[in-house]
């Protein structure tokens, strides 16, 4: 069973700061694309980034240059480094997997899902 746990949301101020990681256990694919999703309140749930297997990421226009994610091989957690961050990214943050080197930010490319963990970002 595919589970994914994500930890490391919080508060931060504009400008600032926050690291998300994800931890995956029960995923054995060799091939692979995790992502981050976030959703805030009233808002349809949007794609971040996402990387594959081979390395390869993806950003939504709104984070690139802000966010990095990384995962350095199957065995390692998922990260999202969340840097000058801005009161619109306040937001649950989400860890998803997909099976296969898709690279996609539609979520519904993606069969496995975390419970998200929550970033506030203040002004």
């Known amino acids: 069973q595919v589970q994914l746990v994500e930890s490391g949301g919080g508060s931060a101020q504009a400008g600032g700061s926050l690291r998300l990681s994800c931890a995956a256990s029960?995923?054995?694919?060799?091939?692979?694309?995790m992502g981050w999703f976030r959703q805030a309140p009233g808002k349809e749930r949007e794609g971040v980034a996402a990387?594959?297997?081979?390395?390869?990421?993806t950003y939504a226009d709104s984070v690139k240059g802000r966010f990095a994610i990384s995962k350095d091989n199957a065995k390692n957690p998922l990260y999202l480094q969340l840097n000058s961050l801005k009161p619109e990214d306040t937001a649950m943050y989400y860890c998803?997997?997909?099976?296969?080197?898709?690279?996609?930010?539609?979520?519904?490319?993606?069969?496995?899902w975390g419970q998200g963990t929550q970033v506030t970002v203040s002004s």
């Open positions: 998803a997997a997909a099976v296969g080197t898709i690279l996609s930010l539609w979520s519904g490319d993606f069969g496995y």
């Open positions: 029960g995923y054995t694919y060799s091939s692979y694309t």
């Open positions: 990387i594959d297997s081979d390395g390869r990421t």
